[in-house]
């Protein structure tokens, strides 16, 4: 069936830049109204459906862009909102960007979900079934200027499970892999809502002009800034970005994903791929 919040609640933290506060609010929804965002901010207050159509990749995050309006960096809100079963809802925002929270993880935006106490509707939920393989494949070139192939694959099954595989040639990072299975909502709590993002010492630089001081709430890998939660947390937050970005469908999902080195574009990718089908 499908699932809506009975009250609002707000998320608050810093934009995605760094430069700005944000927040956003939740408000529950009819059925069939699915996952909708409205830009308060600005003049007649547009809506932005969570669809395939409006999915893009924006510098190292999934965003939604409609008409010219955006909404950035969708993965950890939908990741939530998807790993409690939630189909129908309204996500009030402040400015374009969804606010960071908890260390780059979904847990902020879970506990004020389960405080706006998810609840059943009477309207039968519909989901999208992936019916026969489907398969993004790419590549990426090392320092040491050596191709390293990934892929992502989507298989049909009858409930939504993922399986990643992280491995990062010449990086020290032990490659690790992580399983979830979307039997239960407690599944994704307990499991991935925690798991924080990472960056690579190396990479530093580049992403501080990305995320500004944000960057310094991520997991900072091989020097390490905290220690693990799970000792595949990383390829866990990788699974929680894929469930987020394959959210953009607008739809909860019947298949089971293998992704092996993927990450938002291709992500993106097997959404528009899904919807396809």
Not at 235 to 264: E, N, P, W
Request: net charge negative; charged share 20%; aromatic share 10%.
């Amino acid at each position: 069936m499908q699932k809506t919040i009975t009250f609002k609640s707000e998320v608050s933290g810093t934009a995605v830049n760094g430069k700005s506060p944000a927040k956003v609010v939740f408000e529950g929804a009819e059925p069939d109204t699915g996952i909708v965002f409205i830009r308060d901010d600005l003049p007649n207050r547009p809506e932005i459906e969570c669809c395939s159509e409006y999915a893009v990749k924006n510098k190292r995050w999934s965003s939604l862009e409609k008409d010219g309006i955006c909404v950035e960096h969708t993965e950890h809100i939908l990741a939530a909102i998807s790993g409690l079963g939630i189909t129908n809802i309204r996500i009030h925002l402040n400015c374009p960007y969804i606010p960071i929270v908890s260390t780059f993880s979904s847990w902020e935006f879970i506990v004020a979900l389960l405080k706006a106490v998810p609840i059943t509707q009477s309207v039968p939920l519909q989901y999208k079934v992936v019916k026969q393989p489907l398969w993004v494949l790419d590549h990426f070139e090392a320092l040491n200027r050596k191709r390293y192939d990934s892929f992502l694959l989507g298989l049909p099954s009858d409930h939504f499970s993922i399986t990643y595989f992280l491995h990062y040639p010449e990086e020290e990072i032990p490659t690790q892999v992580a399983h979830f299975s979307a039997i239960k909502d407690e599944n994704f709590i307990s499991e991935l809502a925690k798991a924080r993002s990472f960056i690579l010492d190396q990479d530093y630089d580049s992403m501080l002009e990305y995320f500004g001081e944000n960057i310094n709430n991520c997991l900072s890998i091989p020097s390490g800034n905290a220690t693990l939660r799970w000792s595949n947390e990383i390829a866990r937050h990788k699974v929680l970005d894929l469930i987020g970005d394959l959210m953009l469908t607008g739809q909860q999902i019947k298949g089971h994903f293998i992704g092996f080195r993927s990450g938002h574009n291709m992500n993106i990718k097997m959404v528009r791929l899904l919807s396809n089908t």
